[in-house]
């Protein structure tokens, strides 16, 4: 880590990029640093008023470019340290054309992912999970729920329902929810995703170590078997700076589109 208060920062006069609010000109000239590499990872920024001296701008205006640049996850504050370039985060890419598991995804990828369980356990089911599970009344449902990361960076927090008849013992699954229903003939063969673009609340923010409101991914995925039976019903979380899903998309056939034939 380096302080660049006696390096960049400390280079000749500050000319800020034209156009829009102040503070966004200076969000901008320290964005345009970072991706330059005047700046790099873990550098430590000049105090508040050090900046705001370096530029010619009021501490308010200073105060607002950081605390933006934070909400989008360029910079990161430590209390009691000070403000720093944020890490860099490797982005992982997942393909919606095939079910796998997210231990095989990432396994196939080279890439080191472990688990850490925030609750596993049975319980009696919600309304919702009733219908998508078709649970009998009186049934209970097996909830499992993991943050998934890779090295030290969360990337999603996984909320898994399922039967209990299928799932009995949540504390019996090792690192992949689906080798473990392969064990008993119960793995799924097909599912539907739903995927939607939101903001972290709270709770999931700190979870996956990002600010309240930034980016992420809402997944729903309805697995099942070749019965047709529901087998698994999941939400998921991902952090949108992170993750790209892929989908390879080809041309339809002519003749189901309606066309006629000559």
């Known amino acids: 880590m380096a302080d660049v208060s006696n390096g960049f920062f400390a280079d000749g006069p500050v000319v800020l990029p034209s ?17 330059n590499g005047a700046i790099n990872p873990g550098d430590a920024l000049p105090s508040e008023r050090d900046l705001a001296t370096k530029v010619d701008v009021s501490r308010v205006t200073v105060r607002k470019a950081v605390l933006q640049l934070v909400k989008d996850g360029v910079l990161v504050q430590r209390h009691g340290s000070g403000t720093f370039v944020a890490p860099q985060t490797q ?7 095939q079910l796998t598991s997210f231990t095989e995804d990432m396994a196939r ?5 472990r688990a850490e369980w925030l609750d596993r356990g049975l319980y009696l089911p919600s309304p919702e999970e009733t219908i998508i599970l078709g649970l009998s009344s009186g049934e209970q449902v097996a909830r499992i729920s993991r ?5 030290e960076t969360p990337l999603a927090i996984e909320r898994a329902s399922l039967s209990a ?3 009995p013992d949540p504390g019996a699954i090792g690192d992949s929810l689906y080798k473990h229903l392969d064990k008993s ?11 939607r673009a939101a903001n972290l609340g709270e709770e999931d923010a700190e979870l996956l ?15 099942y078997l070749a019965s047709g039976r529901v087998i698994e019903f999941t939400r998921s979380i991902y952090r949108g700076d992170t993750y790209d899903f ?6 339809g056939d002519s003749s189901t589109s309606g066309g006629s034939k000559t």
Not at 21 to 32: A, F, G, S, T
């Open 19 to 35: 156009g829009g609010p102040l503070y966004l000109q200076l969000k901008r000239w320290i964005e345009d640093a970072i991706h």
């Open 91 to 97: 982005r992982v890419e997942q393909s919606l054309s």
């Open 109 to 113: 990828r080279g890439m080191a992912v």
């Open 147 to 151: 943050l998934r990361l890779t090295g």
């Open 165 to 167: 008849r299928v799932l």
């Open 185 to 195: 003939g119960n793995r799924p063969i097909r599912a539907i995703q739903r995927i």
């Open 209 to 223: 170590r990002v600010p309240a409101g930034s980016a992420g991914l809402n997944i729903e995925r309805t697995s």
């Open 246 to 251: 892929v989908a390879e998309l080809r041309l």
